[in-house]
C-alpha cells in the first residue's frame, strides 16, 4: 500500500506570493492533518480534516487555510508568505480522526 | 496547552552501545507515540503506546507507557549507525478524545540522536 504523498517536495517562493501545497493520504485513510516544523518551533499542528470538515485548528493566522476533497486528498494554502512561513510542511493521514497518524515526507517552502 | 518535554535533547553514543530517552507532561496522555525522523524526511511511526504500564517492544527498541500517565521512555539497545536520527514523542492532548475535541498530536521538541562508527 502506498504511504502518504506529498507535492512538491520542495518550494522556494517570495515573501507576499501564495502557495498551495498537495497531500493523498494512504489509500482508505479518510482522516488528515497538517502540521508545520521549523527548528526553533519544532512540530505544530495547523488543522485537521475529516470528511471534508476541518475538525480542529491549531494556532496560526487565518493566513492558513486548508480543504479536503471527496476522495480525502488535502490542500493547504499559505496567503501573502513571510519569511517565517520558511519550514517543512508535513501531511498525516489516518483512517480516521482517533487513528493513529502516518505521515509524507513533507514540503519543504523557502520564503525569500 | 499542553507541552511534552522531551530529555535528552541529543546524544552521542558509539555503535554497540544502549540509548535510553524520556518524555514527560505535566497532563495526563492516554496515548504515547514514538516517532523517528531521518534528514529531509517525515516522522515514521515506532511505537505507540496505548495502556497505563504498558511495556511494548519493535526489534531492538523498547517503550513504555508511565504508571502516572504522564511520561513515557523509548529505549535503545545495541544501536547501530542507521539508528541516526531525531526521535520525538507525541501524543493526542485531550483526555476525552472521544468527544469529538482536539485529536492533533502534541510533539516533543526531539531526541538527536548520533552514533559514532
Known amino acids: 500500500k502506498a504511504g502518504v504523498t506529498q507535492t512538491p517536495r520542495y518550494l522556494i517562493k517570495t515573501r507576499g506570493q501564495q502557495v498551495t501545497l498537495s497531500c493523498s493520504p494512504i489509500?482508505?485513510?479518510?482522516?488528515v492533518s497538517w502540521y508545520q516544523q521549523t527548528p526553533g518551533q519544532g512540530l505544530q499542528f495547523l488543522f485537521e480534516?475529516?470528511?471534508?470538515?476541518?475538525?480542529n485548528k491549531g494556532n496560526f493566522p487565518g493566513r492558513f487555510s486548508g480543504r479536503q476533497f471527496s476522495n480525502s486528498r488535502s490542500e493547504m494554502n499559505v496567503s501573502t508568505l513571510e519569511l517565517g512561513d520558511s519550514a517543512l510542511y508535513l501531511c498525516?493521514?489516518?483512517?480516521?480522526?482517533?487513528?493513529?497518524?502516518?505521515f509524507g515526507p513533507g514540503t519543504r517552502l523557502l520564503v525569500l | 496547552g499542553q507541552q511534552l518535554n522531551q530529555s535528552p535533547q541529543s546524544m552521542f553514543i558509539q555503535e554497540g552501545e544502549d540509548v535510553s530517552m524520556n518524555c514527560t507532561s505535566s497532563s495526563i496522555f492516554n496515548t504515547w507515540l514514538w516517532y523517528k525522523q531521518d534528514p529531509g524526511e517525515g516522522p515514521v511511526l515506532l511505537i505507540a503506546l496505548y495502556k497505563a504500564g504498558e511495556l511494548t517492544s519493535n526489534g531492538r527498541l523498547t517503550a513504555q507507557f508511565g504508571i502516572t500517565r504522564k511520561d513515557s521512555f523509548l529505549n535503545i539497545s545495541a544501536s547501530i549507525p542507521s539508528d541516526v536520527g531525531i526521535y520525538f514523542c507525541a501524543g493526542p492532548p485531550r483526555l476525552l478524545s472521544y468527544q469529538g475535541g482536539s485529536e492533533k498530536l502534541v510533539f516533543g521538541k526531539g531526541t538527536k540522536l548520533t552514533v559514532n562508527p
Open positions: 480534516y475529516f470528511s471534508e470538515t476541518q475538525r
Open positions: 489509500s482508505g485513510h479518510r482522516s
Open positions: 498525516a493521514s489516518s483512517l480516521g480522526p482517533l487513528e493513529t497518524q502516518y
